[in-house]
């Protein structure tokens, strides 16, 4: 086991890490003043559940109704394993290169040093912006349609659009954006970390209280739909799963750990993965025990009869909602932070303080108009969920599953003769097919969808 998954004690050693390295004046003004370098090990953990621990939860078990029990569990795990095997590569990576007195920060300084200034440039700084902002876009999209949701429950006919919704969670945003550093989110993603127990327990609970009344459904295993729809429906559900563990932004958390680093970016996935062993599988097959083949692509869905009507107190479906809509701010906010820090670095000077007046008016401005930008494009694009996918495929998946292993072959170059190296190999090759087959899936549902697509359309 120890060759599947290397821990921080495989990492050949340099001699004592220099907490001081990298020198404060080498840093521009994004690393020095965003990626602030001063938390623990239990702050990281924080962090990266808030970062990969969402409402997609909700997702999981239409991803389990496209595959079936037997292989959406075994799908559900195998992408837990590949995604903890892959964040801790990364991380190994990272803390090979910080003892070596060479601490990278973020995602395309990873690139730069391992693969070449190219690289960071021209692939995985722009795929690693576009997934965070369509991140924020999503998040703000998603946030008015919570919001939207809870509107309706009180006033069914009411005349409000998704627009107005989402304008309002904007509001807040603008206002959570000009927290000024990563590490300034720590207390934030703690309260994350427990809506999301919090929003998970709900949709368990609504789901078993559901199934075992008069007005479950009957519960059919068998999947829907012709042959094609049943391969195109698998490569959905991947995709599904696939998200529901992205992340994208592992270098930049572990930017924030105090150093020295050693050991502490495995404690803190072994955090957030114990999260999502104890959210993940309880969503996921509660929710397809409950309602079989006629799961929605949101359980919450299922808690609406076909008259939309509630299946559930509504006090209890707007307990739901609101612990979905506030923790979805505050992932939205960390994953600002990869733009923010961009921002950061073109518009601050690093040789002045971080609240001096030089500095802040560049920052409330910038900050202020990326999220007035990204509200803009949630209101106009309310399909934009499709469009995701598809950026999905080409960011999430190289990002996530291929670079990883790509990085930790090129740094430890370990003999073509290993497992790990073959492992590790086989892992970047089923990806990138996945990718692709993913990107081709994503098109599909955008033609079939397109009839649907109108600018600020409240759907």
């Given at each position: 086991?120890?060759?599947?998954?290397?821990?921080?004690?495989?990492?050949?050693?340099?001699?004592?890490?220099?907490?001081?390295?990298?020198?404060?004046?080498?840093?521009?003004?994004?690393?020095?003043?965003?990626?602030?370098?001063?938390?623990?090990?239990?702050?990281?953990?924080?962090?990266?559940?808030?970062?990969?621990?969402?409402?997609?939860?909700?997702?999981?078990?239409?991803?389990?109704?496209?595959?079936?029990?037997?292989?959406?569990?075994?799908?559900?795990?195998?992408?837990?394993?590949?995604?903890?095997?892959?964040?801790?590569?990364?991380?190994?990576?990272?803390?090979?290169?910080?003892?070596?007195?060479?601490?990278?920060?973020?995602?395309?300084?990873?690139?730069?040093?391992?693969?070449?200034?190219?690289?960071?440039?021209?692939?995985?700084?722009?795929?690693?912006?576009a997934i965070c902002y369509g991140a924020v876009i999503g998040g703000s999209l998603l946030g008015g349609?919570?919001?939207?949701?809870?509107?309706?429950?009180?006033?069914?006919?009411?005349?409000?659009?998704?627009?107005?919704?989402?304008?309002?969670?904007?509001?807040?945003?603008?206002?959570?954006?000009?927290?000024?550093?990563?590490?300034?989110?720590?207390?934030?993603?703690?309260?994350?970390?427990?809506?999301?127990?919090?929003?998970?327990?709900?949709?368990?609970?609504?789901?078993?209280?559901?199934?075992?009344?008069?007005?479950?459904?009957?519960?059919?295993?068998?999947?829907?739909?012709?042959?094609?729809?049943?391969?195109?429906?698998?490569?959905?559900?991947?995709?599904?799963?696939?998200?529901?563990?992205?992340?994208?932004?592992?270098?930049?958390?572990?930017?924030?750990?105090?150093?020295?680093?050693?050991?502490?970016?495995?404690?803190?996935?072994?955090?957030?993965?114990?999260?999502?062993?104890?959210?993940?599988?309880?969503?996921?097959?509660?929710?397809?025990?409950?309602?079989?083949?006629?799961?929605?692509?949101?359980?919450?869905?299922?808690?609406?009869?076909?008259?939309?009507?509630?299946?559930?107190?509504?006090?209890?479906?707007?307990?739901?909602?609101?612990?979905?809509?506030?923790?979805?701010?505050?992932?939205?906010?960390?994953?600002?932070?990869?733009?923010?820090?961009?921002?950061?670095?073109?518009?601050?000077?690093?040789?002045?303080?971080?609240?001096?007046?030089?500095?802040?008016?560049?920052?409330?401005?910038?900050?202020?108009?990326?999220?007035?930008?990204?509200?803009?494009?949630?209101?106009?694009?309310?399909?934009?969920?499709?469009?995701?996918?598809?950026?999905?495929?080409?960011?999430?998946?190289?990002?996530?599953?291929?670079?990883?292993?790509?990085?930790?072959?090129?740094?430890?170059?370990?003999?073509?003769?290993?497992?790990?190296?073959?492992?590790?190999?086989?892992?970047?090759?089923?990806?990138?097919?996945?990718?692709?087959?993913?990107?081709?899936?994503?098109?599909?549902?955008?033609?079939?969808?397109?009839?649907?697509?109108?600018?600020?359309?409240?759907?």
């Open positions: 086991m120890g060759t599947v998954f290397p821990d921080s004690m495989d990492v050949p050693s340099t001699g004592k890490e220099n907490p001081t390295v990298q020198r404060l004046e080498e840093l521009d003004a994004g690393a020095l003043f965003v990626l602030k370098s001063k938390g623990s090990w239990l702050h990281c953990g924080y962090h990266l559940t808030t970062s990969i621990v969402a409402p997609v939860i909700f997702s999981l078990p239409f991803a389990l109704a496209l595959l079936g029990w037997v292989y959406g569990i075994l799908c559900l795990a195998f992408a837990a394993l590949v995604t903890f095997y892959s964040y801790n590569l990364l991380s190994l990576v990272l803390e090979h290169h910080a003892q070596l007195g060479k601490r990278q920060l973020r995602f395309r300084d990873m690139a730069t040093d391992i693969l070449g200034p190219r690289w960071g440039k021209y692939l995985v700084g722009p795929l690693q912006f349609q919570c919001l939207k949701f809870v509107y309706l429950l009180y006033k069914p006919n009411g005349g409000m659009q998704l627009y107005q919704f989402i304008m309002i969670f904007g509001a807040v945003l603008l206002i959570f954006a000009q927290l000024p550093s990563f590490h300034s989110l720590r207390h934030i993603n703690l309260g994350s970390l427990v809506l999301c127990f919090a929003y998970s327990a709900c949709a368990v609970a609504g789901s078993i209280h559901i199934g075992n009344s008069r007005n479950a459904p009957v519960k059919d295993y068998s999947i829907n739909g012709s042959e094609v729809n049943h391969v195109f429906g698998a490569i959905n559900a991947i995709s599904i799963i696939a998200t529901a563990y992205g992340c994208g932004i592992i270098p930049e958390i572990q930017a924030t750990i105090a150093p020295p680093v050693k050991g502490k970016m495995f404690k803190g996935l072994c955090i957030c993965f114990t999260v999502i062993l104890m959210t993940y599988f309880s969503v996921a097959v509660s929710g397809y025990w409950a309602f079989g083949n006629h799961t929605q692509s949101s359980i919450l869905n299922n808690f609406m009869d076909d008259n939309q009507k509630p299946l559930l107190p509504t006090w209890f479906l707007l307990t739901t909602n609101i612990f979905a809509l506030l923790q979805l701010s505050a992932i939205t906010v960390t994953y600002m932070q990869p733009t923010n820090e961009l921002f950061e670095k073109w518009f601050a000077n690093p040789k002045m303080g971080q609240f001096s007046t030089r500095n802040i008016v560049p920052r409330v401005i910038s900050r202020s108009l990326s999220v007035i930008t990204a509200i803009v494009f949630a209101a106009m694009l309310p399909f934009f969920g499709d469009i995701m996918a598809l950026f999905g495929a080409f960011g999430i998946i190289p990002l996530d599953f291929i670079l990883p292993m790509v990085f930790y072959n090129a740094t430890f170059k370990p003999s073509k003769q290993s497992f790990i190296f073959w492992g590790n190999t086989l892992i970047a090759v089923v990806s990138t097919a996945l990718a692709a087959v993913g990107a081709v899936a994503s098109v599909r549902q955008m033609v079939l969808d397109a009839k649907t697509y109108s600018l600020f359309a409240n759907m």
